[in-house]
């Protein structure tokens, strides 16, 4: 009996391939065939992915979110290119055994596939994760993602308390009804595939917060519980999956989201951006993973002068200096909203940058019982 390689999927009985399953697979099949057809014509085959870049993308305030470009790279079949081409569609056929199979892959596994490939191999993850970024970006031209490609981030998804019910289900299809409210000191951790998730909830707003800690706070405050909401945790810049989370939990419930993160040229030009408009480098999976809806509640450079944390503040390193600028003249996003480009200025003119746990300053639950209130109670001077 011939051995199973180690890239085959052992193949699974009535698996019902879903709507995105099919065209994940059309859109693979179609690929291999004009890559085919172009062999066998004895003419250079060519795979073309947009090009993914800040330069590429474009910016409307009624869109919502970076727009890709009309940019491509393309990649032909050559000498040079051939282990390159062959790995693309390797992974893209490894895809395909993982859908017609109901499995998934993370990106280190994927790697590690490749070990079987001979001379196709990946000599080191970076050049799968790249592979796998051009398949995506490609994949995107269809409304699909990595994730209804089977690929799975291994990062971790970020943590929900609150006011929410999520509708989930087991391997076997039964259903589950997870409440958010009964984590006791812990909470729900979201998954790599939200797709598959259902909500009821009756929160008026969402809170991401990019600290653990403070998010740990109000969660055992249960701030949630007196204002009503859903706290989310985003660990710094939030992941696909937890970004995926916010935009379909805010769409289908029409809830606004309103981020607390650290006031610094990080937290505003990388957490806050990427959560709200996305970035150029992705600019091919920002229709889906982007929150529109997104506000900024703080810290704000103003909020260093109104709560009185001078004395609770860095100085703004180089980093932190090149970062604003380069948002003030090469981000789109900045460049359409003049509240921004005065706060950025503001806070360079200050020179200095705060923690959210600077409004410990006046007290460990002063976050809780002044700050946050007040900030909520005038929301419409949050910035875009």
């Known amino acids: 009996m011939a051995k199973k390689k180690p890239d085959e999927q052992p193949k699974q009985k009535n698996y019902k391939l879903t709507e995105l399953d099919q065209k994940t697979l059309k859109l693979i099949e179609n690929t291999a065939v004009k890559v085919q057809s172009k062999i066998l014509a004895r003419t250079l085959p060519e795979l073309r992915f947009p090009t993914r870049s800040l330069s590429n993308v474009k910016y409307d305030t009624k869109v919502g979110y970076f727009e890709l470009g009309r ?5 032909a079949l050559t000498v040079n290119t051939v ?3 062959a790995q693309t569609l390797r992974l893209m056929s490894v895809s395909k055994d993982m859908i017609e ?21 990946f000599n080191e993850q970076p050049e799968s994760d790249a592979a796998m970024d051009d398949i995506e970006a490609l994949a995107s031209l269809d409304g699909l993602t990595r994730e209804q490609l089977r690929y799975r981030p291994e990062e971790h998804g970020g943590a929900v308390a609150g006011q929410l019910v999520v509708l989930d289900q087991d391997k076997k299809g039964n259903p589950k009804r997870i409440d958010c409210t009964e984590f006791g ?10 797709e598959r998730l259902g909500f009821e909830t009756d929160a008026k707003f969402v809170l991401a917060i990019e600290t653990g800690g403070m998010y740990e706070r109000l969660n055992e405050h249960e701030f949630w519980r007196t204002s009503n909401c859903i706290l989310i945790s985003t660990a710094g810049v939030p992941s696909r999956a937890c970004r995926r989370f916010i935009r379909r939990l805010s769409d289908e419930k029409k809830l606004p989201v309103y981020a607390f993160v650290d006031c610094d040229p990080y ?9 709200k408009v996305g970035s150029g480098n992705a600019a091919h999976i920002n229709q889906f993973f982007c929150v529109p809806r997104a506000q900024f509640l703080g810290l704000t450079p103003q909020d260093i002068h109104d709560f009185k944390l001078e004395d609770a503040t860095h100085e703004l390193q180089d980093v932190d200096i090149k970062r604003a600028k380069d948002a003030l003249k090469n981000d789109p996003f900045f460049q359409a909203h003049k509240p921004w480009q005065k706060a950025i200025g503001q806070l360079l003119e200050m020179g200095v940058r705060a923690e959210q746990q600077a409004l410990a300053k006046w007290g460990l639950n002063f976050v809780i019982e002044e700050y ?4 909520l109670a005038n929301r419409k001077s949050f910035l875009p």
């Open 185 to 194: 000191s812990g909470s729900y951790s979201i998954p790599s595939d939200v």
């Open 267 to 275: 937290g505003i030009a990388n957490i806050y951006r990427t959560l």
């Open 101 to 121: 199979n109901d499995d998934h892959a993370t990106k280190r596994e994927a790697y590690y596939v490749s070990k079987n490939w001979g001379e196709a191999k």
């Open 83 to 85: 282990k390159n081409f």
């Open 372 to 375: 946050l209130p007040r900030k």
């Open 71 to 75: 940019g491509t790279t393309g990649r």
